[in-house]
């Protein structure tokens, strides 16, 4: 048993029914909610590790549970989306969910998003000083960035963007929260300005900018860094 303890908000009969016998048979405790209002009451009473949460509830919009939990608590939540409400799955991230997986899904990449986004809680608990991937080393307190022990030379704005995907190492984080987060929120829409940068980067870091590994698109949503924090 994996010790943690995963709360499913769905009002979905069928998904409950999926889900709970597959998140046991991979070690969690599952404890359910079918609305919003069932949803923060157990994140406040049931001390869930971790939320896998539907946008459309029957009581209130899947977003307002991200907000309110948010108010009070860093607990990650993964929002389970369809693929035509991408709107409301980036408005969702923007508002502090962790990551999100498109319905139909396996519950294989589910469970590897689990491990992810519970790995990273940990992890940032404890703070973050190096994350390496693929031979890309990047040290948070000497601000440098190697490959194979050579020293990358970014601009200023091309580390800090670096920066702000590694910190959220395997999830994904939404376009305008790299814009606000790198150029502040005067930029928050500059898409094509964010899509030069991270060409530019790519250019640096990846071993073939063509196919990157490191930086991944995640298609109108943003973009992941693949890597290990340590």
């Known amino acids: 048993m994996s010790g943690y303890r995963v709360l499913v908000v769905d009002?979905?009969?069928?998904?409950?029914?999926?889900?709970?016998?597959?998140?046991?048979?991979?070690?969690?405790?599952?404890?359910?909610?079918?609305?919003?209002?069932?949803?923060?009451?157990?994140?406040?009473?049931?001390?869930?590790?971790?939320?896998?949460?539907?946008?459309?509830?029957?009581?209130?919009?899947?977003?307002?549970?991200?907000?309110?939990?948010?108010?009070?608590?860093?607990?990650?939540?993964?929002?389970?989306?369809?693929?035509?409400?991408?709107s409301e799955k980036i408005a969702a991230l923007d508002l502090g969910a962790d990551d999100y997986i498109e319905k139909p899904f396996g519950i294989g990449e589910l469970t590897a998003r689990i491990r992810t986004a519970l790995r990273h809680r940990t992890r940032e608990d404890g703070g973050v000083t190096e994350i390496s991937v693929d031979g890309l080393h990047i040290d948070t307190v000497r601000r440098l960035i190697t490959r194979n022990g050579a020293p990358i030379h970014l601009t200023p704005k091309e580390y800090d963007l670096v920066l702000m995907l590694a910190r959220h190492a395997g999830r994904v984080v939404t376009h305008r929260a790299l814009l606000t987060s790198v150029w502040g929120p005067a930029h928050a829409d500059d898409l094509h300005y964010l899509r030069v940068f991270v060409g530019q980067v790519r250019g640096k870091i990846e071993r073939d900018p063509s196919t990157p590994t490191i930086i991944r698109t995640e298609p109108g949503v943003g973009y992941r860094f693949v890597g290990d924090e340590t």
């Open 11 to 86: 009002d979905e009969p069928q998904i409950q029914r999926f889900l709970r016998p597959a998140l046991t048979a991979a070690g969690y405790e599952v404890i359910e909610a079918g609305t919003g209002a069932q949803a923060l009451k157990a994140v406040a009473t049931a001390a869930p590790d971790l939320v896998i949460l539907d946008l459309g509830l029957p009581d209130m919009d899947g977003k307002e549970v991200v907000k309110n939990v948010r108010g009070w608590s860093q607990l990650p939540i993964i929002i389970l989306s369809a693929r035509d409400r991408e």
